[in-house]
C-alpha cells in the first residue's frame, strides 16, 4: 500500500480535467491571458485571481484573494511563491502545451501547473466559486486524465513573512508514517505538534478536543489505499472562514466578521506562542505573555532587523563580541571567554551529556571547545550545547520546571572598562549614577507623596499610583490567577482590606477613554457583581483594584475529585439564581446594556459565604479590538462562546445567555462539558441532557454522581430547561436573562425545549436521526413560551420571544 497522502484544508488547489464549460470572466483560455491589473473573477464573485503585491513588498505574484465580501486582501493560494515578477505589463499567466503557465518578464516560464502533456489548445483554467482553480480539457471534452499519483504528502506552508509567499519554515503535513495524525514540523524535519490520531466515532482528531464543541464545521476525514485526507466543510454556507498555516508557526482558523470587517481568530494550535520550535531563531528566546515574544539573549543582537520587523525571526541572533578562542590569536589580549547565568530557562534542545563531577569541571569542559556556547549543571548532571541554541524559552519566575543556563560570552561583555581608561570612565561613570539615583529617589519621594492617597474619582473610584500597588501586592508576589485580560494578585491596601489587582494587558486605549469606561464600569455595583475600587493608569501600566473574593473562582469548587467538598446542590442553585441577578443586571438595568462576553466559571467569583460574584464584566469594551484574539486563546473558553461570534452577526446580550446556559449544564453534571465522556464513548453532556429532557427520561440521572441524587428533581428539571432554552442557535429564541432568573425563582415557568441544531450535530450518529426528526417535526416547542406558575404572585403572562 502506498496511500498518496494528500492534505486538504478550506482551500486547496486540484486540478483536474471534466468536462462542462463555459468561457466567461472567470476563465483562462488560449485567446484569454492575464497580465497586469486584469484578474478573473468566479462566476458568484467570491474568489479573484490575478497579480498581487504582498504589503510594501514590491514583488508580483500570481493569487486568488477572496473577493466580494471580505474588503481586506487575503490572499489563500499563491502560484510562484518563490520567484516573483516585477513587471506585471510584460508578464503574462496564459495556456501554454495544455498547462497553465507563467512566463516572465523575459518570456521565460517560471511556474507551471506541470500537469498535462497535451498540446490540446481546449484546456481552459477556471476560477470556481468554491475557490479551487480547475484545468479543464476544452468545451464539453471527455477526454479522461489520469491523476498523478504520486508519493508526495501534500504540505501546507507558512509564508516567509508577511510580505514574502516563499516557503518559511513551518509545515503541516499528515504523518508520513501513515498514521492518521496530522503534524506540524520546523524545516521539514522536527516535529512540534501533532494533532492525536482521528477518531471516526467522534469525528474528532484526539489530542484536539475542542473541535467536539464544534457546531460550524462538518469535519470528515477520507482514506482508502491511493490517499487520505481530511476535509470540512461549513454547516452555514454563509460563514466565510479559512485555515491557515501562519506565519507565527500556529495553524489558525479564522472567520471573517461582517460586522466589523476583520478576520476574527477563533482557534489556533499550538496554543502558546513559545511552543512553536525554535520560533525566536538561533541565540532567540522566546517570552510567553511578553509583547514582544523574541529577545535576543544578552550579549546577542538581531540579525536582520527587517525580517524582524516582519516577524520573520527564523534568523534569529548573532554574537555581538567575539569570543575570545574565535578572535585573531595574533592580537589576542582578551581575557578568557565567562559565562553568564541565566535562571528559570526552558533548556534548549540537542545538549549533549558530559561526564562531570562539578559545576567547574563541566565549565571547563566546556571552555575547552570553542564551539561549546553554553552549559547547564544540576541534578541531571553536566550538559553542553555545541553551535546554535535553538528553542529556548524564557519562564515565569515562579516556574516550577525552570532550570539555569550557563551562557559563553566575551568577557568584555561584563563590563565596559577592561584597558587604563577604565578608572577615568569608571570614576565619571560612577559619579553620573550617583546623581541619577539621587534624581531617581527625588522622583520616588515625589510620586510617593502624590499618590499615597489614592484619590476619589467619581465618588467612590480610588485611583492608585503603581507604586502603592506594587507594595500592597509586596511587588506582585502571590498570583491569585491568569486569564486572558493577564494576571491577578492578591494585596493589602495600608487600611487592612483586601484586594485583587489585575493588571490588564494589550489595552489599546488611550488613558482618556481608559478613565472613561473605567468610570462607567466603577459605577455599577450590585450584590452579584465584583466590585471595582480603583485603578491605576501610569503609561502602559493599567490596572484595576477589586475586592478580594477569599472563596476564589467556581470552577475550583464545581471540578474536583474529592466528594467531600462537593457543593451541594442548593449552593449550586443558589449561585446560579445570583449569576443570573448579576447579568440580568449588566443586560438590563444599567444605563448602557453591558455585555460581558466571557461567561464561565472561571469569571464566577465566591465571597466567604459563597454567593456569587461575576467577575471581569466591561471589559471586553475596555479591550476594544484585541478581545475576540484574547478570548480565543484563552483555555477553555471556546465551549462556552456563542454560534454567533463566529458566524459573524451582531453579538448581543444573548451570547451571555448562551454561555449562562453552557455553565448551567456544568452546574448539573459538576463536570466540564468538554471533557464528557464514558467508557471511550463519546457524549457531550449538554446533548445527553437535552435528549434526556426531550424524552421524560429521569433527569436524576444527569445528576453529579458526587451528590448521591441528593438534588430536588423539580428544580434539577427546571435548570435543565432553562439550560437547553438558553443554548437555542437562534439568539431570538433563547430568553433574557431577567427571564432566567424569574423561571430560577420559580415564578415563570417554561414549556420543553427543542433540542438545539448545534448539539444535535454534536450528538452521536445513532441518536442525531431522531433527534432531528423530533424538533422540526414539533414545531409548537419552537419558541419558549412562559407561565407564571400557580404558587406565585405574579401577574399572568404568557410569552413568546421569536418575532
Ligand atoms: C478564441 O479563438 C478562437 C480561434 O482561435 C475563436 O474562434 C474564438 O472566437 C476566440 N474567442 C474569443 C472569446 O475571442
Ligand atoms: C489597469 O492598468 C491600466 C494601465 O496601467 C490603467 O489605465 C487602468 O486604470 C488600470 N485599471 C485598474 C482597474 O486599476
Ligand atoms: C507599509 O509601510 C507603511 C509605512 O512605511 C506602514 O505604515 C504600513 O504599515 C506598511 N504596510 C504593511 C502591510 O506592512
Ligand atoms: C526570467 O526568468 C529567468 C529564469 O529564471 C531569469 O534568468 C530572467 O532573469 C528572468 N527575467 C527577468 C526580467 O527577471
Ligand atoms: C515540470 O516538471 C518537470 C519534471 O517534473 C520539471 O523538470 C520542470 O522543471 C517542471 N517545470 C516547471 C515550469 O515547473
Ligand atoms: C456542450 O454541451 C452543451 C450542454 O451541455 C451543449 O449545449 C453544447 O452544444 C455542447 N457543445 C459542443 C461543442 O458540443
Ligand atoms: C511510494 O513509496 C513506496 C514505499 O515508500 C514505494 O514502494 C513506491 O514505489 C512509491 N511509489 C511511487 C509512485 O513513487
Ligand atoms: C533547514 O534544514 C536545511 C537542511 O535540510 C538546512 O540547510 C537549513 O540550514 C535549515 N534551516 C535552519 C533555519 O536551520
Ligand atoms: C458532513 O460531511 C459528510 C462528508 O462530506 C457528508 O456526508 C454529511 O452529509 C455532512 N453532514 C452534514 C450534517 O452536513
Ligand atoms: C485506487 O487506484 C486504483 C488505480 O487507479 C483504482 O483502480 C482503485 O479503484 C482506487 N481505489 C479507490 C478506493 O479509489
Ligand atoms: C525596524 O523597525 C524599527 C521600529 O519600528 C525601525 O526603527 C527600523 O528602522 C526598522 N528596521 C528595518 C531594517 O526595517
Ligand atoms: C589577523 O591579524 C593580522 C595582523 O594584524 C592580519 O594581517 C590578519 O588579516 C588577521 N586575520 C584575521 C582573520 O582577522
Given amino acids: 500500500m502506498d496511500p498518496w497522502l494528500k492534505l486538504s484544508v478550506l482551500v486547496f488547489m486540484w486540478f483536474s480535467f471534466n468536462s462542462q464549460l463555459s468561457l466567461g470572466a472567470d476563465t483562462i483560455s488560449a485567446n484569454r491571458s492575464l497580465s497586469g491589473n486584469q484578474t478573473i473573477v468566479s462566476s458568484g464573485g467570491n474568489f479573484v485571481l490575478g497579480f498581487f503585491k504582498p504589503g510594501n513588498s514590491s514583488n508580483q505574484y500570481i493569487g486568488i484573494w477572496y473577493g466580494n465580501k471580505v474588503t481586506q486582501q487575503t490572499v489563500v493560494w499563491v502560484a510562484n511563491r518563490e520567484i516573483p515578477v516585477r513587471d506585471t505589463q510584460s508578464s503574462e499567466l496564459k495556456i501554454s502545451d495544455g498547462n497553465l503557465v507563467l512566463f516572465n518578464e523575459s518570456k521565460v516560464p517560471i511556474w ?76 521539514r524535519t522536527i516535529q512540534y505538534w501533532t494533532s492525536g490520531a482521528w477518531d471516526e466515532q467522534a469525528r474528532i482528531f484526539t489530542l484536539v478536543p475542542e473541535m467536539r464543541l464544534n457546531y460550524i464545521y462538518n469535519f470528515s476525514f477520507h482514506s482508502d489505499e491511493n490517499e487520505s485526507y481530511f476535509t470540512y466543510s461549513l454547516y452555514n454556507p454563509d ?134 556556547t553554553a552549559y547547564a549543571y544540576d541534578s541531571d548532571g553536566c550538559r553542553i550545547w555545541i553551535g546554535q541554541l535553538l528553542d529556548l524559552q524564557q519562564l515565569a519566575d515562579d516556574a516550577s520546571d525552570g532550570k539555569t543556563l550557563y551562557l559563553r560570552l566575551a568577557a568584555s561583555e561584563f563590563s565596559s572598562s577592561s584597558n587604563n581608561n577604565g578608572i577615568i570612565i569608571g570614576a565619571a561613570a560612577g559619579s553620573v549614577s550617583l546623581v541619577l539615583v539621587l534624581v531617581i529617589f527625588g522622583i520616588w519621594r515625589w510620586r510617593r507623596r502624590t499618590t499615597i492617597n489614592p484619590k476619589a474619582v467619581d465618588g467612590s473610584l480610588l485611583a492608585f499610583g503603581y507604586r502603592d500597588l ?37 489595552i489599546n486605549q488611550g488613558e482618556k477613554q481608559f478613565r472613561t469606561e473605567v468610570s462607567t464600569i466603577g459605577t455599577i455595583q450590585h450584590v452579584n457583581l465584583v466590585r471595582l475600587r480603583g485603578f491605576c493608569s501610569e503609561g502602559i501600566r493599567k490596572l484595576l483594584v477589586y475586592d478580594y473574593m477569599p472563596n476564589g473562582s467556581l470552577d475550583a469548587h464545581l471540578f474536583h475529585e474529592e466528594k467531600s467538598k462537593a457543593l451541594t446542590w442548593k449552593t449550586r442553585y443558589q449561585i446560579a439564581l445570583g449569576t443570573a441577578r448579576g447579568l440580568a443586571y449588566l ?3 444599567c444605563r448602557d446594556c453591558i455585555i460581558h462576553c466571557d461567561i464561565k466559571p472561571e469569571n464566577i467569583l465566591l465571597d466567604a459565604e459563597l454567593c456569587s460574584k461575576v467577575a471581569d464584566f466591561g471589559l471586553a ?41 453552557m455553565m448551567l449544564f456544568e452546574f448539573v453534571s459538576g463536570r466540564r462539558n468538554s471533557e464528557q465522556s464514558e467508557d471511550g464513548k463519546v457524549r457531550f453532556f449538554p446533548t445527553l441532557a437535552a435528549s434526556v429532557m426531550t424524552q421524560d427520561d429521569d433527569v436524576l440521572t444527569l445528576l453529579d454522581p458526587q451528590l448521591n441524587g441528593d438534588a430536588p428533581e423539580e428544580e434539577l428539571s427546571r435548570i435543565c430547561k432553562v439550560a437547553c432554552w438558553c443554548v437555542q ?5 433563547r430568553p433574557s436573562m431577567g427571564q432566567v432568573v424569574q423561571i430560577l425563582e420559580g415564578v415563570l415557568d417554561v414549556n420543553l425545549p427543542p433540542i438545539p441544531r448545534s448539539l444535535q450535530v454534536l450528538g452521536d450518529n445513532s441518536e442525531h436521526v431522531v433527534f432531528f426528526t423530533e424538533s422540526s417535526s414539533n414545531q409548537s416547542s419552537q419558541t419558549p413560551s412562559y407561565t407564571s406558575t400557580a404558587s406565585s404572585q405574579a401577574k399572568s403572562k404568557t410569552s413568546s420571544m421569536s418575532s
Fill in 239 to 372: 460563514t466565510i472562514s479559512r485555515f491557515v498555516m501562519d506565519i507565527s508557526g500556529q495553524i489558525k482558523q479564522l472567520s471573517w466578521l461582517e460586522g466589523s470587517k476583520e478576520w476574527n481568530l477563533f482557534w489556533s494550535q499550538p496554543r502558546q506562542q513559545c511552543q512553536v520550535y525554535a520560533y525566536c531563531g538561533a541565540f532567540g528566546s522566546c517570552t510567553e505573555g511578553g509583547l514582544p515574544f523574541c529577545n535576543c539573549l544578552r550579549g546577542f543582537h538581531q540579525k536582520s532587523q527587517s525580517a524582524w520587523n516582519l516577524s520573520d525571526f527564523s534568523d534569529g541572533c548573532e554574537r555581538t563580541t567575539k569570543l575570545q578562542c574565535e578572535e585573531n590569536r595574533t592580537l589576542t589580549n582578551g581575557k578568557p571567554d565567562k559565562f553568564l547565568t541565566s535562571p528559570n530557562v526552558k533548556l534548549p534542545q540537542n545538549a549533549q551529556p558530559v561526564t562531570a563531577t562539578s559545576i567547574s569541571e563541566c565549565e571547563s569542559t566546556c571552555l575547552q571547545n570553542c564551539s561549546c
Fill in 729 to 733: 442557535d437562534d439568539e431570538t429564541r
Fill in 470 to 506: 506594587q507594595s500592597a501586592t509586596k511587588n506582585f508576589s502571590e498570583k491569585l490567577g491568569g486569564g486572558g485580560f493577564g494576571s491577578v494578585f492578591k494585596g493589602t491596601l495600608p487600611d487592612s482590606s483586601v484586594i485583587a489587582v489585575k493588571q490588564l494587558e494589550s
Fill in 621 to 661: 469594551k475596555l479591550i476594544g479590538r484585541d478581545f475576540s484574539r484574547v478570548l480565543t486563546t484563552m483555555r477553555g473558553t471556546r465551549g462556552y462562546l456563542a454560534p454567533e461570534w463566529i458566524s459573524g452577526v451582531p453579538v448581543t446580550a444573548k451570547a451571555d445567555v448562551y454561555s449562562y446556559g
Fill in 112 to 187: 507551471s501547473t506541470n500537469i498535462s502533456s497535451s498540446s490540446s489548445s481546449s484546456v481552459v483554467a477556471v476560477l470556481e466559486d468554491s475557490g479551487n482553480l480547475v484545468l479543464r480539457d476544452g468545451p464539453n471534452s471527455t477526454t479522461p486524465f489520469l491523476n498523478k499519483r504520486t508519493n508526495q504528502s501534500q504540505l501546507l506552508i507558512s509564508w516567509k513573512n508577511s510580505e514574502d509567499p516563499a516557503p518559511g519554515l513551518f509545515s503541516l503535513e499528515l504523518d508520513p508514517e501513515g498514521t492518521n495524525q496530522y503534524l506540524i514540523l520546523w524545516n
Fill in 587 to 589: 443586560h438590563e438595568k
